[in-house]
């Protein structure tokens, strides 16, 4: 008697320490799924601040190339006009913007092409990101699923399992209530004569006892021919 004890004993204690790791699972996946989020946000941020650097270096090259145009106009007509010193230095400023122009150009183009790599890592991440989100959900649902059919409770059976075995035991106390209440009212008759002579009398067997409905309606009916008369 004392085996079997001892055997449920230890099965809700590994039970416990199961649902113990289980939670710890769940709890890891939540914390690690949020790092992934944050992450992706983190790269996300970090990629549309190199867009918009980029859209401004974009800009400084427009702006470059309005300067030079402009100056190496200026620089023509100071040359026409005799005025050397300002076109020497209207083609130094030149050859300043130039020499920015060349590297600017270089680095718009290198970095136009690790944007597109990184883009694409992005979307790949958000994706995995995605995955994840969704199969955590599935993790959380199928979990709570299995602790409302798993041990739940101190006989080693489950919560819902235990609900059911009350249902059924209210159904049965209920149906043998009704059954003691007829019962009861068998034997309440059988100790009351009256009661069954009443009963009788509503049967047509023997003259009834109570004033019936249809009866008084009968008489009433009976009485209206004798009511006119007597108005006439």
């Known amino acids: 008697m004392f085996e079997p004890f001892m055997n449920q004993l230890k099965a809700l204690f590994l039970a416990s320490a199961e649902e113990s790791r289980g939670n710890q699972s769940l709890a890891l996946l939540s914390i690690?799924?949020?790092t992934a989020a944050a992450s992706v946000r983190t790269a996300q941020v970090a990629l549309a601040r190199a867009r918009?650097?980029?859209q401004q270096d974009r800009k400084r090259l427009r702006q470059i190339n309005t300067s030079l145009e402009d100056l190496e106009n200026r620089a023509r007509n100071a040359l026409l006009k005799g005025l050397e010193p300002l076109a020497r230095e209207a083609a130094e400023a030149i050859a300043l913007l130039e020499d920015e122009k060349t590297a600017l150009e270089k680095a718009i183009h290198s970095f136009d092409n690790e944007l597109s790599g990184l883009t694409e890592t992005l979307h790949r991440a958000q994706s995995r990101l995605r995955a994840l989100k969704r199969g955590e959900r599935t993790v959380e649902v199928r979990d709570q699923i299995?602790?409302?059919q798993s041990l739940g409770?101190?006989?080693g059976q489950s919560a819902l399992a235990v609900a059911e075995g009350q249902l059924e035991?209210?159904?049965?106390?209920?149906?043998?209530d009704q059954l003691a209440e007829q019962e009861f009212k068998a034997l309440s008759a059988a100790d009351n004569p009256h009661a069954v002579i009443e009963k009788l009398g509503d049967a047509g067997c023997?003259?009834?006892?109570?004033?019936?409905?249809?009866?008084?309606?009968?008489?009433?009916k009976s009485d209206l021919p004798l009511l006119l008369e007597t108005s006439i």
């Open 32 to 34: 690690n799924t949020r």
């Open 206 to 220: 023997g003259a009834p006892v109570k004033t019936r409905v249809d009866d008084v309606l009968a008489r009433l």
């Open 52 to 54: 918009a650097e980029q």
């Open 153 to 155: 409770s101190s006989t």
């Open 146 to 148: 299995q602790k409302a």
């Open 169 to 176: 035991e209210i159904s049965r106390k209920q149906e043998r």
